[in-house]
């Protein structure tokens, strides 16, 4: 069956950076894009982006450019986000979603702490 | 960008009402060209990932219990519960996946 397995939850101080993965199953990985989710603590969900994972172009929602990169290990069907220069408005879970168009397939969220 | 607004952003139910929550568009997610409207419905419930409910508008998903209808297009859409039990209390959430991808606010629901 198809799954979307993310890393565990982080802790960070300020300023430092994460990355974030997403192991993609039970699909061809390459066929679908790969979408971003931050929903900080008792929001809502905001899309951050997403990336082909057959180009590996990325794709940067407004609020995103900068700090945040999309990436892909295609031969380990995993997307990975990194977010450098970590802030306290970073707080949030992170969802990884499979595309083409709505997504039906969600990772199961990591929580990234950014506390002193 | 298309900004997506829903209404009202919480609500008190009691099980066996019928519920209708908005979401509306600030432009038309209906393609000209194979006339669906380019819209989704998630079902949000604490600790847990969004669950997809309906998409264009009123395709429901399968598993989805009947309950549950979308309707509306252009940019207006509704999502009816049309007897609330006790295991939908939770968030709900539109999306439009005609111009990138944008989500509504989200519509809280709690028990009366």
């Known amino acids: 069956q198809i799954q979307l397995v993310q890393s565990g939850p982080e802790l960070k101080k300020p300023g430092e950076s994460v990355k974030i993965s997403c192991k993609a199953s039970?699909?061809?990985?390459?066929?679908?894009?790969m979408h971003w989710v931050k929903q900080a603590p008792g929001k809502g969900l905001k899309w951050m982006g997403w990336?082909?994972?057959?180009?590996?172009?990325?794709t940067y929602a407004d609020d995103f450019k900068g700090r945040f990169v999309f990436s892909l290990e295609a031969s380990a069907s995993t997307a990975n986000l990194q977010i450098s220069n970590l802030k306290n408005e970073d707080t949030a879970t992170y969802f990884c979603?499979?595309?083409?168009?709505?997504?039906?397939?969600w990772g199961q969220g990591t929580l990234v702490t950014v506390s002193s | 960008d298309i900004v997506m607004t829903q209404t009202p952003s919480s609500q008190a139910v009691s099980a066996g009402e019928k519920v209708t929550m908005s979401c509306k568009s600030s432009?038309?997610?209906?393609?000209?060209?194979?006339?669906?409207?380019?819209l989704a419905w998630y079902q949000q419930k604490p600790g847990q990932s969004p669950k997809l409910l309906i998409s264009?508008?009123?395709t429901r998903e399968s598993g989805v219990p009947d309950r549950f209808i979308g309707s509306g297009s252009g940019t207006d859409f509704t999502l009816t519960i049309s007897s609330v039990q006790a295991e939908d209390l939770a968030v709900y959430y539109c999306?439009?996946?005609?111009?990138?991808?944008?989500f509504g606010g989200g519509t809280k629901l709690e028990l009366k």
């Open positions: 979603a499979r595309g083409p168009l709505y997504h039906f397939y």
């Open positions: 432009q038309s997610l209906l393609y000209s060209e194979n006339k669906k409207n380019y």
């Open positions: 990336i082909n994972t057959y180009t590996g172009k990325p």
């Open positions: 264009w508008a009123s």
């Open positions: 039970g699909y061809t990985f390459t066929d679908y894009a």
């Open positions: 999306e439009q996946y005609y111009d990138t991808w944008t």
